[in-house]
């Protein structure tokens, strides 16, 4: 049976083919892949959306300079729900209303290198597809800018077949805010993913402290007031980093760059590159590109070989300018402790123009290269002897003469390869490599992958750079080996770190009061790491921790952040999950069952990624790809703030020893101090001055006698004590000496801040009223450490 496609013939087949091809939109594209974009469930797709409203509307606060107070409300609406995002922002214009909310990758921020909620332009307008792909209703959305009288209100769809906005309702109406933006959404959508988006506007407060959330939904309501009036700091675009630049990104740079050179080209595209930079890296792209050349010894001072050669290389030129040529260039040569055929050029050509001009001769261009090449062939008579010296040097003394002769042999010959001697470092690996196997060979001897190493880096460091200028920018362009040998030598210089005023990092104070302020805990802990570069592109990775408290004892609740946003789905994909799990957390008194994954405490820990451009794993954005410099800068945030949790477990441990000690000595000397006084027939002991003894604790003892009140303070701890005591007294006291009184509501506050060293005893006086009250508190130490006495 003849088949369909072989009736049509090739030509045919192609034809049919080629009209059914056609083109399709952004839109159209995540119209069939909306879960690409986190809209794969109602449940998930609702928190998705609010997700991307607060985001938009803290990107849009920030950057305004206003404090965010967003509002969001979840209604049920029959077989719907309806999202309502409001915030206080500064307002979006008439004319880009429509684009910013119906239009797919539509935005300011994808080519800029500052650090941002949103880049894409894909995340508001998607929420507005996913709403009228399962509700078949228009967004509707009201926006005030500020000093405006009236507000701006819109009923809008995205065209999937253009990407385009297509606007059913749009007027003016009046609006109660002085500005700001509010957005309106009719979803097929349910609260499954209740407790998810609970955690979602929760982490938000956390790592958003100068912002005040509201959620209002069918069956709860939650505020989250702000902790701070400090705003992020304001970011600036920025350049690309060398150290993180492509190949095809550098080659497309290089196509559209104004510059003419590789320096400027440098300085004006990258940011942490000046001259001095510039310099290195071209330096760098030297070698690579043209090699260096092997420099030799020059003969020995006795021969005048040089000086000979030079002479029977130039003819007709007269005998005294013959010889004073070759003996100003002798003596410029034999300056030198190592000469290259660099050298020898930049010799021959000085010496060559001064003499023609006092001797009245033209040294022209063939003379000059005779000369050249008859010093050079002198020079490099004897390098066999000169490459002994370089590898007996570069290898140990257990290697024989014979083997070290017999390698330098085989190297010298090697050389004879190029007049100018220009070796790349690869070049270098081959001679030696090669050299050294036909010594094994022939030679019997093993020179090991660590002595070849040594010998490359002596012949390495031997070999001059030469003065060559480098390729144009436009050569580098359009050559892709040239452009890697460029990327070579920026990603080996040693350049500083990019600058971080385009990153709003958190801070690793307001990473904690974040904490504190959705956390009752016992302890909290942050840390925040200098800036590090990937991809051309600056990040900055915060920590912290919250341990004990209120908060359950179960496996450690992880919080995930990039760039103050919360990472609500996909956490085993994620290498903020992997690095947790990877770390030994039971070296920082934590448990964890088998020795990795995560561990188990009352604990949180958080993960805050700042970066011009997160890596994520998908257009959701919802876990941070396996980058392993990301992932080094995480674990070491971690272990930053790891660190300070294992010293207040260990400094708990401690504690919760000495009470346990203690209260046995509490039960124990008040029987034995009673069997002492009746055997005796003494007073009673004063069991707390023996309790501070054994206890190596501080003693504050007080004594009264005649209206002097005394504040005894003894010191049985091995470091100095910085103690704050406030006497708290009902009568106004006379001070002696030292310290402050304060008068409030009738009672007078005396305040002493000594420092009593190890093994001794301070007081402190004051006359009082025999009549009148006193109490003492005492701060600057450990309870578990101090012992008061104050009933006299």
């Not at 002696?736 to 304060?742: F, H, L």
Request: proline share 4%.
């Amino acid at each position: 049976m003849t088949s369909y496609q072989s009736s049509l013939g090739e030509d045919g087949i192609a034809e049919e083919l080629a009209e059914s091809q056609r083109s399709i939109s952004i839109a159209e594209f995540f119209e069939k892949n909306k879960h690409m974009l986190g809209f794969d469930s109602g449940a998930r797709g609702l928190v998705t959306a609010v997700k991307e409203g607060v985001d938009n509307s803290l990107d849009a606060c920030e950057e305004a300079g206003i404090l965010p107070d967003i509002y969001v409300e979840i209604q049920e609406e029959r077989d719907y729900y309806r999202l309502i995002i409001e915030d206080n922002g500064p307002g979006i214009t008439r004319e880009q209303i429509p684009k910013i909310f119906g239009k797919l990758l539509y935005g300011s921020r994808f080519h800029k290198r500052e650090q941002n909620r949103g880049q894409q332009g894909i995340g508001i307008s998607a929420a507005v597809l996913y709403s009228q792909l399962t509700s078949g209703k228009p967004a509707k959305i009201t926006s005030r800018t500020q000093g405006s009288e009236t507000a701006q209100y819109f009923e809008l769809i995205v065209d999937t077949d253009t990407n385009e906005p297509e606007i059913s309702v749009a007027e003016t109406t009046s609006w109660d805010r002085p500005h700001g933006t509010r957005i309106e959404l009719e979803l097929e959508a349910n609260m499954r993913a209740r407790q998810q988006l609970h955690d979602y506007v929760k982490h938000t407060a956390v790592v958003n402290p100068h912002a005040r959330l509201e959620l209002r939904e069918p069956s709860d309501h939650f505020k989250f007031e702000r902790a701070t009036d400090q705003l992020p700091a304001e970011t600036e675009e920025i350049r690309p980093h060398p150290h993180g630049v492509e190949l095809g990104t550098l080659i497309k740079m290089a196509e559209a760059t104004d510059s003419y050179s590789v320096s400027g080209f440098l300085q004006g595209e990258f940011t942490r590159v000046g001259q001095k930079t510039a310099d290195s890296v071209i330096d760098g792209f030297r070698d690579r590109h043209f090699g260096r050349e092997m420099t030799w010894r020059p003969p020995a001072s006795h021969e005048d070989d040089i000086q000979s050669a030079l002479v029977e290389a130039v003819v007709n030129k007269g005998q005294d300018a013959t010889d004073e040529f070759a003996t100003r260039v002798s003596d410029q040569l034999r300056e030198r402790d190592r000469i290259a055929h660099h050298h020898v050029v930049e010799a021959v050509d000085e010496v060559a123009d001064s003499v023609q001009t006092e001797y009245g001769t033209t040294f022209g261009s063939t003379v000059r290269e005779n000369a050249v090449a008859a010093a050079w062939d002198v020079i490099t008579a004897s390098r066999e002897s000169d490459l002994y010296v370089l590898v007996d040097d570069a290898t140990t003394d257990r290697k024989d003469d014979a083997v070290v002769q017999a390698l330098a042999e085989r190297l010298a010959a090697k050389f004879e390869q190029g007049e100018r001697h220009r070796v790349t470092r690869n070049d270098l690996l081959d001679f030696v490599e090669r050299s050294a196997e036909m010594t094994e060979e022939h030679d019997g001897a093993t020179i090991g992958d660590t002595a070849r190493e040594k010998i490359i880096d002596a012949l390495w460091n031997a070999a001059a750079r030469v003065p060559d200028d480098p390729p144009k920018i436009s050569d580098v362009a359009g050559d892709r080996d040239t452009a890697s040998e460029l990327l070579d030598a920026m990603r080996e210089a040693d350049i500083i770190s990019p600058p971080t005023d385009c990153l709003a990092p958190i801070t690793d104070e307001l990473v904690e009061a974040g904490l504190r302020k959705e956390y009752d805990a016992e302890f909290y802990a942050a840390s925040t790491r200098d800036a590090s570069v990937h991809g051309g592109d600056p990040f900055i990775v915060e920590a912290g921790i919250a341990y004990g408290g209120d908060i359950e004892e179960s496996a450690a609740e992880v919080l995930r952040f990039a760039n103050r946003v919360p990472l609500v789905y996909q956490r085993g994909a994620c290498a903020t999950t992997d690095v947790i799990k990877s770390i030994n957390w039971r070296n920082y008194g934590l448990d964890q069952p088998g020795g990795s994954g995560i561990p188990n405490g009352p604990v949180v820990i958080m993960v805050h990624v700042a970066s011009t451009n997160v890596p994520f794993t998908s257009e959701s954005k919802d876990a941070v790809a396996n980058v392993p410099e990301i992932e080094h800068e995480i674990e070491l945030a971690l272990r930053e703030a790891a660190r300070e949790l294992k010293s207040h477990l260990n400094k708990r441990r401690s504690m919760q020893q000495r009470r346990e000690k203690q209260n046995k000595l509490g039960t124990i000397l008040p029987a034995m101090a009673e069997k002492l006084s009746t055997v005796t027939g003494r007073e009673p002991l004063n069991i707390d001055t023996t309790m501070a003894s054994i206890m190596n604790n501080v003693l504050v003892e007080r004594e009264r006698e005649n209206g002097t009140v005394s504040l005894v303070v003894e010191n049985n701890t091995d470091v100095n004590a910085d103690l704050e005591l406030t006497e708290i007294v009902s009568a106004e006291p006379e001070l002696d000496g030292s310290g402050t009184v304060v008068e409030m509501d009738g009672e007078w506050f005396i305040k002493w801040a000594p420092t009593v060293g190890s093994d001794e005893t301070e007081t402190l006086e004051y006359r009082l009223d025999q009549s009148a009250d006193c109490s003492v508190s005492v701060e600057g130490i450990d309870d578990e450490k101090l012992t008061v006495d104050t009933e006299s």
